[in-house]
C-alpha cells in the first residue's frame, strides 16, 4: 500500500460571479512528500474541493475579521479538530485583490484561494476532512467536507 502524504488547508476561496464577488469554503490539498522538494507541484497534483454554497463578499466585507474558519480530519472513525482560527489572521480580501492583480477589480471568471490557519496538532494525512466558516454576526456556518483517495503510484 502506498504511504498517504497529502493533507487539507481549510481555506476561504474568493470567486467572481455574475451576482458579484462571492465567498466559499475549501481547501488547499496539498502532498507534503512533494512538497519538501516543490512548492508549486505539491500544490498541483491535489484537488482543491470547495463547498457549493457561498455568500455575497458584500454581506461579510464590514465584519470580514470576525468570520471564523476550522478544519477537522477524521482519522481511523475519529474525527478532531485540525485548524481554528479567524479571518483576521489573514490577508483582507482588498489587498489580496491588490497583489494578485496590482489593482483594484477581480479578474473576470476567476476563483481564488485566500489563505489558511495554523494547523492545531501536527499536519498530516487524514481519511476524510471538515471544513466550515462560521459568520458570528449573521449566525450562519457555510460547510463542506471531502473524503481522500490515495492513488497508486505509477511505474
Known sequence: MIEP???GEVECVLIDSEHGLLIAIGSDHTDRKVESYN???????CSKPISQDAWLYTDVADHWDALVMR?????????E??????????????DLIKKLTQGDQ???????L???QAVLTQIS?????YLELHDPILNRTLTHHYTV???DMVQ
Open 149 to 151: 483517495t490515495t492513488l
Open 71 to 79: 478544519s477537522y480530519r477524521m482519522i481511523n472513525g475519529e474525527k
Open 81 to 94: 479538530l485540525y485548524q481554528e482560527g479567524q479571518t483576521s489572521n489573514l490577508l483582507a480580501i482588498p
Open 39 to 45: 512548492v508549486a507541484i505539491s500544490k498541483q497534483v
Open 125 to 129: 494525512h487524514g481519511d476524510a476532512f
Open 5 to 7: 502524504h497529502s493533507s
Open 114 to 116: 485566500c489563505g489558511t
Open 106 to 112: 477581480f479578474p473576470k471568471n476567476h476563483a481564488m
